[in-house]
């Protein structure tokens, strides 16, 4: 096992991916974990990563310095090198000509870290601080331009430095020298599978929960139906799942999940019809962040009434997965964690006290896909595109009513057809149908008609922090504009969402 300290850099969630693409396994762990607590870990190596801070700024985020004495060989990368190289005994300094964007790498040492490399290869960097007196016991292995030390290794402890960036895909070469790192200098055997990661994890799940009852909230989505079948395997009828069934779900799916879980995996599923009460708290309120707070309040009202009923409930499963702990963990001083109030992160399990189960908190999506692949999940459920905790809700632009729901539901279930059958649904990252508070003049027959707007949003994305929307061909985007408009009463008119995330957002409100 890899582990990784995060010291905040923008590229650092990459870092541990990259090193499970490498069959390694990787633990992103916080920048001043004790050095005792990672001699417990099944160790390998680590790798300190990047981070905003100057090693000499006050309070600068540090290591355990006592992690050179584990005997186990330390990747430090950006600000991690100059941390690295400073506790060794190195001068950091800020840089003359600071270096962002690509720069060449000319190759002074070969043997190991930079081993099987050309002469010279394009990095990506992004410092304003660098090495500027290397202490004893430094070697260089390569330079750029402006960057004399842009990889070090230390002759004594098995340390190593790189300046700049081998994680992001704008280092072409950068794989080889991760490579390099795990299989050559950490010795990793390069075997690690996902379904080790099923493995031990089922392991940890029963560890932490005993004998206890674990409830898990379920909305159909990947994640929380990962995270339910998985906890399922780990201690079967202990696990108890709450679907809220809030009346802002799509078409039949309600029934869909009620198919997969109680019928087909037999997992205990308690199903809470709360619509009634989600419509009525929704009724006349059209300000959007109003409405997510009302539907937040209302989700908590319906898990806690059901949850009160399931005895020795200790621990709350959740399917928090990595970029959901960056984004929660950025809340503070950072505006964009203020664009929306996501009600599903957060929140539920202080109020409840409940102690948290999160098994996939150390993955990303595409990963959380290979272990629902890898557990027999059925495979529309694996590939779906996400949903929003607060549902159809937010995709009806002004009131909620029972008949806007209905017109939405029928849009949204014809574009998701469509998208299915013209193969476009795996390659775009969302769509969704929006119900727009405006009516505009049609011609029906020889009728005039003054009817709802629908419009149609499909992005494609690997994050869902910034999105482009995408191309669908013209024809695929007119056979949906005719089924919605022959089939769906209410609307006489469909329009396609052009804007990419920033500066919109893909969903409306
Ligand atoms: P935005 O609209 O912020 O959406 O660009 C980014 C991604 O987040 C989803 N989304 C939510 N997911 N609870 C969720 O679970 C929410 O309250 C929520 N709001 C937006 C959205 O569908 C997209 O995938």
């Known amino acids: 096992m890899i582990a990784i300290l995060d010291f905040g850099s923008q590229y650092g969630q990459l870092i541990a991916r990259r090193v499970r693409e490498h069959n390694v396994y990787s633990r992103i762990c916080p920048a001043g974990t004790p050095a005792s607590e990672l001699a417990k870990m099944p160790l390998k190596g680590i790798i300190l990563s990047g981070g905003p801070a100057s090693v000499y700024a006050p309070g600068a985020p540090k290591c355990d310095e006592k992690i050179f004495d584990l005997d186990v060989p330390i990747l430090g990368i950006c600000y991690g090198m100059q941390l690295g190289?400073?506790?060794?005994?190195?001068?950091?300094?800020?840089?003359?000509?600071?270096?962002?964007?690509?720069?060449?790498?000319?190759?002074?040492?070969?043997?190991?870290?930079?081993?099987?490399?050309?002469?010279?290869?394009?990095?990506?960097?992004?410092?304003?601080?660098?090495?500027?007196?290397?202490?004893?016991?430094?070697?260089?292995?390569?330079?750029?331009?402006?960057?004399?030390?842009?990889?070090?290794?230390?002759?004594?402890?098995?340390?190593?430095?790189?300046?700049?960036?081998?994680?992001?895909?704008?280092?072409?070469?950068?794989?080889?020298?991760?490579?390099?790192?795990?299989y050559s200098i950490c010795g990793c055997a390069g075997d690690w599978k996902m379904s080790d990661f099923v493995g031990e994890t089922i392991d940890s799940v029963r560890r932490q929960v005993?004998?206890?009852?674990?409830?898990?909230?379920?909305?159909?989505?990947?994640?929380?139906?990962?995270?339910?079948?998985?906890?399922?395997?780990?201690?079967?009828?202990?696990?108890?799942?709450?679907?809220?069934?809030?009346?802002?779900?799509r078409r039949n799916e309600r029934q869909t999940i009620v198919a997969t879980f109680r019928d087909h995996f037999h997992i205990d599923l308690r199903v809470v019809?709360?619509?009634?009460?989600?419509?009525?708290?929704?009724?006349?309120?059209?300000?959007?962040?109003?409405?997510?707070?009302?539907?937040?309040?209302e989700f908590i009202a319906a898990f806690k009434s059901e949850a009160a009923k399931i005895p020795n409930a200790r621990f709350l499963a959740q399917g928090t997965l990595y970029p959901d702990v960056i984004e929660s963990g950025s809340k503070d001083g950072n505006p964009a964690?203020?664009?929306?109030?996501?009600?599903?992160?957060?929140?539920?399990?202080?109020?409840?006290?409940f102690e948290l189960v999160e098994p996939l908190r150390d993955l990303f999506k595409d990963e959380v896909r290979l272990v629902g692949e890898h557990l027999g999940l059925p495979e529309d459920m694996v590939w779906r595109h996400p949903f929003p905790g607060p549902g159809?809700?937010?995709?009806?632009?002004?009131?909620?009513?029972?008949?806007?729901?209905?017109?939405?539901?029928?849009?949204?279930?014809?574009?998701?057809?469509?998208?299915k059958a013209a193969g476009l649904y795996r390659q775009i990252s969302q769509a969704l149908a929006v119900l727009v508070p405006v009516s505009t003049v049609g011609v029906m027959g020889d009728e005039r008609s003054y009817e709802s707007v629908i419009a149609l949003r499909a992005v494609e994305t690997t994050d869902f922090m910034t999105a482009d929307f995408s191309h669908i061909p013209y024809d695929v985007l007119g056979l949906i504009s005719t089924r919605i408009i022959n089939e769906v009463r209410g609307v006489n008119r469909v329009v396609y969402d052009v804007s990419s995330k920033p500066p919109a957002t893909i969903e409306w409100e």
């Open 210 to 249: 005993g004998d206890a009852t674990v409830i898990c909230g379920l909305s159909g989505g990947v994640d929380s139906s990962v995270v339910a079948s998985l906890i399922h395997k780990a201690i079967g009828d202990q696990l108890v799942c709450i679907l809220v069934d809030n009346g802002l779900l």
């Open 85 to 182: 190289c400073q506790i060794l005994g190195a001068e950091i300094t800020r840089a003359v000509s600071r270096e962002y964007g690509r720069a060449t790498l000319r190759m002074i040492d070969r043997s190991d870290l930079l081993a099987n490399l050309p002469e010279e290869t394009l990095v990506w960097a992004s410092h304003g601080d660098q090495v500027t007196k290397l202490g004893r016991n430094f070697e260089t292995l390569g330079e750029t331009k402006t960057c004399p030390y842009a990889a070090v290794r230390h002759t004594k402890k098995q340390f190593y430095g790189v300046q700049f960036h081998p994680e992001v895909s704008h280092t072409p070469k950068g794989d080889i020298i991760l490579k390099n790192f795990l």
């Open 337 to 353: 964690a203020n664009i929306k109030l996501h009600h599903n992160v957060g929140g539920l399990p202080a109020e409840l006290g």
């Open 273 to 297: 019809d709360w619509s009634q009460q989600f419509l009525a708290a929704l009724q006349g309120v059209t300000e959007p962040q109003q409405k997510r707070k009302i539907i937040g309040a």
């Open 392 to 419: 159809l809700g937010v995709r009806i632009v002004g009131e909620v009513t029972p008949e806007r729901l209905e017109v939405l539901r029928a849009a949204d279930e014809i574009l998701i057809d469509e998208i």
